[in-house]
């Protein structure tokens, strides 16, 4: 079955250019469905979710007059009103004697217009040509919305970002300090109020303050712009572009697809399998919305599929297993957040070189093995389904067929990963950084047309951008010495710690959360490691346990603001499908074993030697 | 793209940041850092990079500006007048707070225009007396005076020959070399004696005098040679590299150089003020005297260079038979400034 409708979805004008990654796709959310004379596929009015295309039969349209019809043979499509972003439909549709459709979802084909813009201009045609036969009724008019007006919030916000960094700035020099300190206290309370209240996308403060810096030559080039002049530089093009490839190659989704396949089919095994998922992208994908942006596709199909009751726990659990299975694992691996890689590199060479490979997993056991466990243990007991639904495996297996043989560019992208995943973990094999080897592997994938020149634009330039902005605004901090301001600040307030790593944790708990409240997440740990680095090595904290802690209590949240990956969710259906309630529930249980698990992970610290 | 809506926010921002930005710059204070030669020398370049040094210190936020009286060192022929219009145009143009000018040609025809100005102060770095340029009353000027390391010299002397030693000193006829002259004739060479110094215009009298000083004393101390013409009355000038092999190879006396060029080019032996430590040494002054420049402060008091380096070619020296103390070598290896066997022109 799934064959035949792979092979009638190839045979559609609309989908002939469509690759068979998208066909695939398209595939998840399409149904064969045979219709009864008279039966009413839509009425006029009613919400568009789905598009139609006629195999055997013919259906009838009906204006909202009832007076005008007119039929459809086979080979022909109606209820293109999805593809216009439409919510009501247009005309009526019946059939008109025994109909045979592909009815295709509303969410499938709005991706696959996103990456098609001319499938939805043809689209639209067909739906000028059946309009042609009514008179278009005045609710379909295009209504002109006036641009949403400015929240309170947002204008409090730019008022603050005006005038607050100036008072700072007054604040600091009357308070003593130097002139370079003061206006570098004054760009830093800007770039943070302009994050507190969402002004402008986050990676835009740090660019604006280092841009600022050297424009009054407040620091140097090699310093301002020192993440570019860095490896972290190439290490990010490096994974970014990896992880491109892996998506737009359809490895990714071919190995999701293909594990779904081998599992027992039972509800644990599909959200472990999410949550295995999430472990694997982690690897190469530092953002965790882009492994949700992965990973929400294939929930809406299991979901779809599973079909569980909205809001239920089983329809919760397969929610909480994507979302978890994206974040869980941000701080276990240093490519799997990153921040991890902008405060990596404030690390002295020598914990880089020692934490560049398996070695920052090692020391994250004891975290990772809680973590995990925790949430696996969960996702099998505290969510039992009341029946368990199978996965459609045939149309799984269909899928697999429309995407046919691994394809070159899918070749490239697992080799290229495994390479990394292998030079990552034994840097032994090929004496050199992980740096250097991403970078090889960014060159091999453009060298090999893995990576085109429109792939190599669509790389996540903005976090990339970010990262490295944000290593310049730190790196500033310390050239202009303002970290020693910090800790001559502190004076002997911190003697209570007294090299006690108990009490650390504590401090970057306290820490890492009050920043995060007005900060997301890739800043408010980078500036959290900025500040505790010091602190932890004049109490003799090892560095590495430093930024694991800004990195593990960076993923605590408790408001909806502080996540972008929530916001995410919330736009994929966490809302319609999950009990909203539950899943917060959740994610503040994990957010306290975190902070268990990090003084757990204490004796075995002093075991590994770092403590 | 920023929401409609708050285009007026991100604009008045983005305005109120530009102007904040812009004032800011125009309130910094400036630093005019004037060469009397161009930015290719050697000298200039060690000077440069001391002031470089100095400068990556400071945190203040400041304007630097560079400007040399000469494109390039090829230039064989400056025309000084020229040079001096423009530089004074560049500094009225620009009216940087304090002037750092370097070399006697800077303050001959620049510097010295601007001496008691009330607008602009001067740091001064030159090897001649400061008053010969006007700077001794005036309440705008410090700076570094260049002093050659003679009381090094007259140590290393004991290596060399004796313990009583007749020398001759031999320069080029221009600012920078009357300045070291006044310099050597100051200096008191107990126990040795200083034979006389002599100034040349050109190659052919540099050769005669070499050849001459043979007759009158046991050491040959050779001032800064840079732009000696090739021939009475003009022509090109002759090259680091033929002078000092030339000197070197022709004189029958021992030649200790007060310039690394002249090792580096050939030359056995030299002992030189430090041109970075000279840098480094200007730049603190010229921040001090950036310190109070707008409010009236204090400038801070002219001082004397202190810093030395030694430069040798091991070579040379044992063809003389000259046996120094290891740490002279060392000294010169810090420095970079130890020229081995077969380096004509490069420090190993």
């Known amino acids: 079955m799934q064959a035949f409708i792979a092979a009638a979805l190839r045979r559609h004008p609309l989908f002939a250019s469509c690759t068979p990654l998208e066909l695939s796709r398209l595939l998840s959310g399409t149904q064969r469905l045979q219709f009864a004379a008279e039966a009413e596929l839509f009425e006029a009015g009613a919400n568009a979710d789905f598009y139609y295309w006629i195999l055997e039969g013919e259906a009838e349209l009906l204006a909202p007059d009832g007076d005008t019809r007119w039929q459809l043979q086979a080979g022909r499509g109606f209820g293109a009103e999805v593809f216009a972003d439409m919510p009501r439909r247009l005309v009526t549709a019946r059939a008109a004697g025994p109909l045979t459709v592909l009815r295709i979802g509303r969410a499938v084909l709005r991706e696959l217009a996103a990456a098609h813009p001319e499938l939805k201009s043809a689209a639209l045609v067909e739906l000028a040509a059946g309009l042609g036969q009514v008179a278009a009724p005045a609710a379909a008019g295009v209504e002109h919305q006036s641009a949403a007006a400015l929240s309170r919030r947002q204008r409090i916000g730019w008022l603050a970002t005006m005038t607050l960094p100036l008072a700072a700035y007054e604040a600091a020099l009357y308070g003593g300090l130097p002139q370079y300190s003061s206006i570098y206290l004054g760009l830093f309370t800007m770039a943070a109020l302009m994050w507190l209240f969402a002004l402008v996308d986050e990676y835009v403060p740090p660019l604006i303050a280092i841009v600022a810096m050297l424009f009054i030559e407040l620091v140097p080039a090699r310093v301002a712009l020192s993440g570019f002049y860095s490896r972290a530089f190439l290490l990010l093009l490096g994974v970014y572009a990896l992880a491109t490839v892996m998506v737009t190659s359809g490895l990714a989704y071919r190995t999701m697809l293909w594990t779904l396949l081998r599992i027992p089919d039972r509800p644990f095994w599909h959200r472990g399998a999410l949550t295995v998922f999430g472990f694997v992208l982690s690897i190469v994908m530092p953002p965790s919305n882009a492994r949700l942006a992965l990973l929400l596709p294939l929930y809406r199909e299991m979901d779809s599929s599973l079909g569980a009751r909205a809001h239920s726990r089983e329809a919760s659990a397969l929610m909480i297993a994507t979302f978890t299975g994206a974040t869980l694992f941000s701080p276990l691996l240093l490519t799997a957040k990153s921040a991890n890689l902008a405060a990596f590199m404030m690390l002295p060479a020598q914990v880089r070189t020692e934490f560049q490979g398996i070695y920052w997993l090692v020391a994250a056991a004891v975290v990772a093995i809680g973590l995990t466990g925790a949430h696996l243990l969960a996702m099998r007991f505290l969510f039992q389904p009341r029946r368990s639904r199978p996965l459609p495996r045939e149309r799984i297996v269909g899928q697999l067929a429309t995407l046919g043989p691994l394809g070159r560019a899918e070749w490239v992208a697992g080799i290229a990963f495994l390479v990394f995943l292998a030079g990552a973990a034994l840097p032994q094999w090929h004496q050199s950084q992980t740096a250097w080897l991403a970078a090889l592997m960014l060159v091999a994938l453009l060298a090999l047309g893995a990576l085109d020149k429109k792939g190599f634009q669509s790389l996540d330039w903005p976090i990339i951008f970010f990262l490295l902005s944000l290593d310049g605004f730190t790196e500033a901090l310390n050239y202009l010495g303002l970290r020693e301001v910090l800790i001559g600040a502190i004076g002997t307030s911190l003697d209570w710690i007294n090299g006690q790593l108990g009490w650390f944790v504590l401090l970057a708990l306290l820490v890492t959360s009050l920043l995060r409240l007005a900060m997301p997440i890739t800043a408010g740990m980078v500036l959290s490691a900025t500040l505790l680095l010091p602190i932890g090595t004049a109490q003799g904290i090892h560095p590495w346990i430093v930024v694991f802690l800004t990195s593990l209590f960076s993923d605590i949240w408790f408001l909806p603001h502080q996540n972008s990956a929530y916001g995410q969710a919330v736009a994929g259906g966490l809302r319609q499908r999950c009990d909203n309630a539950l899943f917060m529930r959740y994610s503040w249980t994990l957010n306290g074993l975190r902070v268990l698990l990090a003084y757990a992970s204490i004796p075995y610290w002093r075991w590994l030697g770092l403590y | ?348």
């Open chain 2, 1 to 348: 793209m920023t929401p409609r809506s708050s285009l007026p926010f991100a604009a008045a921002f983005v305005a109120l940041l530009t102007v904040l930005l812009v004032t800011f710059n125009h309130q910094k204070p400036r630093l005019l850092v004037l060469q009397s030669y161009s930015e290719s020398g050697t000298w200039e370049r060690a000077v440069d990079s001391g002031i470089q040094r100095e400068l990556t210190r400071n945190l203040r936020p400041l304007r630097t500006r560079w400007h040399y009286m000469s494109f390039s060192e090829e230039s064989m022929r400056i025309n000084w007048d020229t040079a001096a219009q423009h530089s004074r145009s560049v500094i009225d143009t620009w009216r940087p707070d304090v002037l750092v000018a370097i070399g006697e040609e800077a303050q001959q025809y620049v510097g010295r225009h601007y001496a008691g100005r009330t607008d602009l102060r001067i740091v001064y770095g030159i090897g001649e007396d400061p008053a010969s340029f006007g700077y001794a009353d005036a309440a705008n000027v410090t700076g570094v005076r260049e002093t050659l390391p003679l009381a090094q010299i007259v140590e290393l002397l004991r290596y060399v020959k004796g313990p009583a030693l007749r020398i001759r000193a031999l320069g080029v006829d221009d600012p920078t070399g009357r300045a070291e002259r006044q310099q050597v004739q100051e200096f008191d060479w107990g126990p040795h004696r200083l034979a006389g110094v002599q100034l040349v215009a050109d190659y052919p009298a540099w050769q005669e005098a070499v050849r001459a000083a043979a007759a009158d004393a046991d050491v040959l101390l050779v001032l800064s040679s840079k732009g000696l013409m090739r021939e009475e009355g003009g022509g090109q000038a002759v090259s680091d590299r033929e002078l000092s092999y030339w000197t070197e190879h022709e004189s029958a006396l021992p030649a200790i150089g007060v310039r690394d060029s002249f090792v580096a080019a050939g030359g056995a032996l030299a002992v030189v003020p430090s041109p970075e430590a000279l840098g480094e040494q200007l730049a603190r002054q010229a921040l001090a005297a950036l310190a109070g420049a707008r409010r009236g402060g204090p400038l801070p008091p002219p001082q004397d260079s202190v810093d030395f380096q030694i430069s040798l070619r091991p070579e040379r020296l044992a063809a003389r038979g000259i046996q120094l103390p290891t740490i002279y070598e060392q000294a010169a290896r810090a420095s970079h400034t130890l020229y081995l066997e077969g380096a004509e022109a490069q420090p190993r």
